[in-house]
């Protein structure tokens, strides 16, 4: 299926299914490598359209992957360090001008 997001992302992905009381749709949709996918968890009211929809390919295998959970939290755990950097990064009380001067002069630091 090729779903549009109400943030205006178009994105293509298989439904593997969708649960009722969270009103969300597991979705998954190729990942950068062969072989690997991503699981997507996506609230159904944040679906503005639906593009196309077509059916599995022949053969089409629907047991989910498996799922390394310390791989998981160590993904998390990078992602939250790196949120927490670039918020250390914002200047409290400077003009919008003088953040884009401070992020350009750090990009080359």
Do not use: W
């Not at 178009?10 to 969270?22: N, P, Q, R, V």
């Not at 009103?23 to 593009?51: D, M, Q, W």
């Not at 599995?56 to 949120?83: I, M, N, W, Y």
């Amino acid at each position: 299926v090729v779903l549009r997001t109400t943030f205006g992302e178009l994105i293509e992905a298989l439904i593997y299914g969708y649960d009722k009381a969270t009103n969300c749709l597991l979705l998954k949709e190729p990942g950068a490598h062969n072989g690997v996918a991503t699981l997507r968890f996506l609230k159904a009211a944040y679906v503005s359209e639906i593009v196309s929809v077509s059916s599995p390919p022949e053969g089409f295998d629907t047991t989910l992957p498996h799922v390394d959970l310390e791989r998981c939290r160590k993904r998390e755990e990078r992602a939250l360090q790196s949120a927490k950097e670039e918020a250390g990064r914002v200047g409290v009380g400077v003009t919008k001008e003088a953040q884009t001067l401070f992020e350009s002069l750090h990009k080359t630091m």
